[in-house]
């Protein structure tokens, strides 16, 4: 079955650099878009980025700047490199599967997500 296994979360200081990844598995995954979100405590889920099979991005607003995702269609994963890391940022990162008509967004736009990986950002 479709698998999506998101790995490099961890504490780092503020201003620090972290790079997760998201291995799939079971799809093509060289035909899809994904995208990164991430969830903080008694928040709801929020975009950061999606990239297209194409190669094109998005990024929301918040961390356009300081967040780059990119993919490697032969190792079917793809990357979110975190920069300029804050208090903040501090949360729940997932990744997900496109898939869908909503609004991409919005976590009604994917239909596969990984279990996440905890980002922790010390002051």
């Known amino acids: 079955q479709v698998q999506l296994v998101e790995s490099g979360g961890g504490l780092v200081q503020t201003g620090g650099s972290l790079r997760l990844s998201c291995a799939a598995s079971?799809?093509?995954?060289?035909?899809?878009?994904m995208g990164w979100f991430r969830q903080a405590p008694g928040k709801e889920r929020e975009f950061l980025a999606s990239i297209l099979w194409s190669g094109t991005t998005f990024y929301s607003d918040s961390v356009k700047g300081r967040f780059t995702i990119s993919r490697d269609n032969a190792k079917s994963t793809v990357y979110l490199q975190m920069n300029g890391l804050q208090p903040e940022d501090t949360a729940v990162y997932y990744c997900a599967r496109r898939h869908g008509r909503a609004h991409y967004t919005t976590p009604a736009g994917y239909d596969y997500w990984g279990q996440g990986t905890q980002v922790t950002v010390s002051s």
């Open positions: 079971a799809f093509n995954f060289s035909r899809n878009t």
